[in-house]
């Protein structure tokens, strides 16, 4: 079974693809996320596979050198195959496995989050999700890596319009997106945002996540590469968040701020992974 790792979006080897397989023989897993095409790290590329009749071969191609160089790894097969069968890959009832299906695994608002899960389900990815097709749909006012706003936004849900803004902030060869905010209490001028996004601009602006702080308690730190996206529903403020490449738990969750700025969990949302 083929795999592919997605590319890290920025930093060293910033868009490599790296390509794995995972190999099973007699239902038995013999090779789980085996790499053969890493342009990052070429040493861990094997060109060639071979088995046959107990016996199992890797060959790769060293630096520099003429043709393949081979391995017997036939210990690898037999301490597989003297294992149990790999029962996630054989269901031993035969019923099907449902990988890459959307599930919804917290549910604190139940028109809300059915709403996300049924984008989601069909396809549609983070940027589309919840976007206005209908006139029940929310209002969505950041779009992907462009500069928008300032704008008001009451993201904590106390009544008083805060000042919002997003743009596309990168220092050096990373690209982020900055998202800047002011609390409504302080009744910052909306013309006083910053025209630019270099550090001593953006300085006296709260974030919208404190550095400090993890949000999204699924029981790992803050985890880099995410989105986050504010949005209204039903006259309420929520925070849409996901991972950008596989970092799991939760690969999409809806959060909503609260006066005091506490972060509730209001939907999570996964999807099933491949098994490899």
């Not at 389900?121 to 209002?139: E, I, K, M, V, W």
């Amino acid at each position: 079974k083929l795999g592919v790792s997605p590319a890290r979006h920025f930093g060293t080897c910033g868009g490599a693809t790296k390509h794995f397989f995972s190999m099973w023989i007699s239902q038995r897993r013999i090779l789980s996320r085996r790499m053969f095409d890493n342009p990052c790290e070429q040493f861990q590329n094997l060109d060639l596979v071979y088995y046959q009749s107990g016996k199992l071969v890797f060959c790769s191609t060293p630096d520099d050198a003429p043709s393949l160089a081979c391995l017997d790894v036939s210990h690898i097969y037999r301490e597989a195959i003297a294992g149990p069968i790999d029962k996630i890959e054989y269901p031993p009832d035969g019923s099907p496995r449902r990988e890459g299906h959307v599930i919804l695994l917290r549910s604190e608002n139940p028109e809300l989050c059915a709403a996300l899960h049924a984008d989601l389900r069909s396809g549609r990815d983070f940027y589309d999700a919840l976007t206005p097709n209908q006139p029940s749909a929310p209002d969505w006012p950041l779009g992907p890596m462009q500069s928008r706003g300032p704008f008001e936004l009451d993201i904590n849900n106390d009544g008083l319009p805060d000042v919002l803004a997003i743009n596309t902030y990168g220092p050096g060869d990373i690209g982020e997106e900055l998202i800047l905010l002011a609390d409504g209490r302080d009744a910052r001028d909306i013309a006083t945002f910053p025209k630019d996004t270099s550090r001593r601009q953006v300085a006296a602006f709260a974030a919208l996540i404190p550095a400090d702080q993890t949000v999204f308690a699924e029981g790992r730190s803050t985890p880099p590469y995410t989105l986050l996206r504010p949005f209204v529903w039903q006259g309420r403020t929520f925070v849409l968040y996901s991972t950008v490449f596989d970092i799991r738990p939760p690969e999409w969750a809806v959060y909503q701020i609260s006066p005091d700025n506490t972060f509730a969990a209001i939907c999570v949302l996964d999807r099933v992974p491949i098994h490899y």
